[in-house]
Each structure stands twice: as C-alpha cells, then as structure tokens.
C-alpha cells in the first residue's frame, strides 16, 4: 500500500511474532503485521482481529489460576482505560497502594503484592465492565504468583491458542 504519511513510498507489511503487551511480557501473538515506508520510513502496525485477540487476553487474564502479578493489575485496568486514581477510588483503596500492587518487585518499591480479596475484585470488575463470563474465583490459587503464559496465533478461523513453551 501506499505510504498515506509522505504519500511517495510504499509499505510492506509482514507478519509479525512477538509479546501483546509491554506488561504481559509472556503472552507471545503471531500474526499481527509490522512494516515501514521505504521513503521516510514511517512505521506501520496493523492488528488483524485484534478485538477477538484482545478477548481472548483478557478471558485468560482473567481466569489464570494463580494470584495477578504486578504488571498484570496495570494491565487490566489500562484495558479498561482507566487512570489509576479513577481505579483506586472504584476498588476503595488509596492510589498508594495500586501503585504498590501494579509496581511490587521493582527496584525502591518495596514487595507489596495484590491481596487474595483485591485480586478476585478486580477481576470481578474487570469481567462485569468488559462484559466477559466471570471467572471461577474459587480456583485461583493466591499463594501461587506465576505471569501468564499464553500462545496465541492467527489462523484462517481466528485466533487459537497453542502450547506455552514451559507448561505451568
Ligand atoms: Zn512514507
């Protein structure tokens, strides 16, 4: 296609694999497609079905067996476009302590995990306002804290899910 940036060059996009997200650094997509302009080397992304991938994130998000990891909280409220003092406020707790919850483990932020409670709320919440099926709360192991580990690839039926690389 051509370039609608310098209106001069053309763009090749290919499919691409790598992470979903910058916080969901185990979720791994193949299939959505990165290119450039070959004139002024504006860069294009493209998601195909990206609202059916997005979906299929979330609903594993959602019901993964062990408690939420810190990115994993910041991840679920940025998908529901959230600022993070609108976030604190709905769950009834002081922005402080998100940021602990979304930021424990990093360097000078001490180890302040998500509660058992908080994790099933905001799931619960995140579910309801997504309208996606609410996840088996009694399931979730909070003792265990593992990051999601998820395969998805575009296929001619759609996104599908194939085997992690390390079974949880
Ligand atoms: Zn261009």
């Known amino acids: 296609m051509k370039c609608p940036m310098c209106d001069i060059g053309t763009i090749k996009l290919a499919r691409v694999t790598g992470p979903y997200d910058s916080d969901l650094p185990d979720v791994i997509v193949d299939g959505f497609e990165a290119g450039a302009c070959s004139e002024c080397g504006e860069e294009y992304f493209k998601r195909p079905r990206g609202t059916e991938a997005s979906e299929r994130v979330l609903a594993a998000l959602l019901g993964k067996s062990t408690r939420l990891a810190p990115s994993e909280v910041r991840f679920l409220r940025r998908s529901l476009g959230m600022p993070a003092r609108d ?3 709905t769950l009834g707790v002081s922005p402080e302590q998100l940021s602990r919850w979304e930021n424990a483990g990093k360097k000078g932020t001490g180890k302040v995990q998500i509660s058992a409670t908080a994790d099933r709320l905001v799931r619960a919440f995140v579910a309801a306002k997504k309208g996606l099926a ?3 709360l ?7 804290s593992a990051p999601l580990q998820l395969r998805l690839t575009l296929g001619r039926q759609g996104w599908r899910e194939v ?6």
Do not use: V
């Open 134 to 136: 609410l996840p088996e």
């Open 163 to 168: 085997a992690a690389k390390s079974a949880a």
């Open 138 to 144: 009694r399931a979730i192991d909070a003792s265990q």
């Open 87 to 89: 976030f604190a406020e």
